[in-house]
């Protein structure tokens, strides 16, 4: 017997041209959504409206399982995330709410899980194809792991020459860590390798900037924005109009032998 249901929904980035439709149906049809403010504010108004119950961004435990007990009372139940809600967001609570709930109080729960479009895949496509080759993905933030770990694989992922993805770059909080992950990057890499800042993607006052391990400057990041650190391989050009665009190829040197 299927009592409610719950989907942990990937928002994509923003704005709703980068929703899937099954997003957008799952929210359709939600008599309750949960989710930190500022990502419920990122849903449009709906008819009939569902309850919004609003949390703070540090309660993910807290918001899976409320969202959990939800669906268990016969609920429809949408927990949002921003981007996809499998890449350093809210899936993950949920599944470990579900693992940890061994008593059969989610018994007959339906949850399931929308992906969404990540930050890092929406700012490469707008300058390009930063991604091309093989890549990672890391967040910066040392609340949820020792910054020791951060560092060490900041070392592995410079030495493996991989284009790296930094989510959670730097908050209030965290001032200094971004300054130590580039010194880190650029102790392997060139000063004129290509970086990506994408801040706000799909949002208003969306701003993307194409500038160098060299050149950045860190305070032109914020915590709303992903920045992309290119390889040995990564290029960027201005094109005839102006546009500048930034591409790893997909073929890789050959090693010498
Ligand atoms: N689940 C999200 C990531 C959440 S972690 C996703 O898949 O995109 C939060 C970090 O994601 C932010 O600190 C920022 O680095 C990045 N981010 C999320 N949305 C963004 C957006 N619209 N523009 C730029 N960066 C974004």
Redesign the pocket.
Known sequence: MILGRLAVV?LG??SAVWRTPEASARLAGATDLVGYGPYLALVPELTPPPVRHEFDNREEATRAQFGLDLAARGRDVVVV?????G???MATAVVEELHRADDGRYRGVEVSIVP?V???S??AARVGAPLGHDFCCL?LSDVLKPWAVVEQRLEAVAGADLVVA????ISRHRPWQLGRAMEILGGYRSPSTPVVL??????TG?AVQVTTLGALDIADVD?????MVGSSTTRAFKDVDGHTWVYTPRAYPEAPS
């Open positions: 990937g980035p923003g995330s921003s981007g996809d809600p890449i350093f967001a969404g990540t930050a890092a929406a700012a967040s930094l989510y959670n770059p994408g801040r706000d993607l799909g949002r969306e915590m709303r924005t992903v920045v």
